[in-house]
């Protein structure tokens, strides 16, 4: 059973810093997603990983993915206060795709 | 493009009532999949499909039902409602895996 864990599950931090957020998962995939969600809304894809090593950036967000460590990292590089949201990463288990295995959220809290 | 399209946005039911969530992509995606979402917790896979005409089961399939008789439609049918069954409920459409999931904007459902 692909079990996801994601640390850590609550981050608060000051604008400005910089702070990175994990994601384990259990068995071999090499297609994982990262989501953010705001408060009451939907699902916002971040980042398509699909191969080992893979490293994608956007604004102040970059995320890698370490197929034979079974790791992924979200790093936030100085954060600001509209970064607060829950981010998640997924797992994508199928063979025919479309079988996502969630971790538990990172609800991020940056004070201004 | 609409996207991803839920309706309703909230339903209440009582304890032994049927319904039916809907669910419609205008993205002639293949993919699409019905996820759950508990209080402080990731999202959990319900029921799952490759195509028209072909459905499986996810994670939490029990006391649900699916069809999909065209790449549009996916609705998700609650047999006899029960309180473990309040949760948010995400529908999801993907042309490839490789191109992420679209998700729809959710149905918050609560079974009194």
């Known amino acids: 059973e692909l079990k996801v864990e994601q640390n850590p599950l609550f981050l608060s931090m000051q604008e400005g810093k910089n702070y990175t957020i994990y994601c384990n998962y259990s068995t071999t995939s090499d297609r994982l997603y990262w989501y953010r969600q705001d408060p009451g809304k939907s699902l916002e894809s971040l980042f398509v990983?699909?191969?080992?090593?893979a490293v994608k950036q956007e604004g102040r967000l970059m995320a890698s993915l370490d197929t034979k460590a079974r790791l992924s990292t979200l790093h936030i590089t100085a954060a600001v206060h509209d970064l607060s949201a829950t981010y998640f990463c997924a797992v994508d288990r199928g063979n025919a795709g479309n079988m996502l295995t969630f971790g538990g959220g990172t609800r991020l809290m940056v004070k201004p | 493009n609409a996207g991803v399209t839920q309706t309703p946005k909230f339903q209440v039911l009582k304890t032994g009532q049927s319904m039916t969530l809907q669910c419609a992509q205008d993205?002639?995606?293949?993919?699409m999949s019905w996820y759950r979402q508990d209080p402080g917790m990731g999202l959990r896979l319900i029921h799952y499909?490759?195509?028209?005409?072909?459905?499986d089961q996810g994670e939490v399939p029990n006391g649900y039902n699916v069809s999909r008789s065209t790449t549009e439609d996916f609705p998700l049918r609650l047999l006899s409602a029960a309180p473990s069954q309040t949760s948010v409920y995400f529908c999801?459409?993907?042309?490839?895996?490789?191109?992420?999931?679209?998700f729809g904007s959710g149905t918050r459902l609560t079974v009194v």
């Open positions: 999801a459409s993907s042309y490839h895996r490789t191109w992420g999931y679209t």
């Open positions: 499909s490759v195509g028209a005409g072909i459905t």
């Open positions: 990983l699909l191969s080992n090593g």
């Open positions: 993205m002639n995606h293949e993919y």
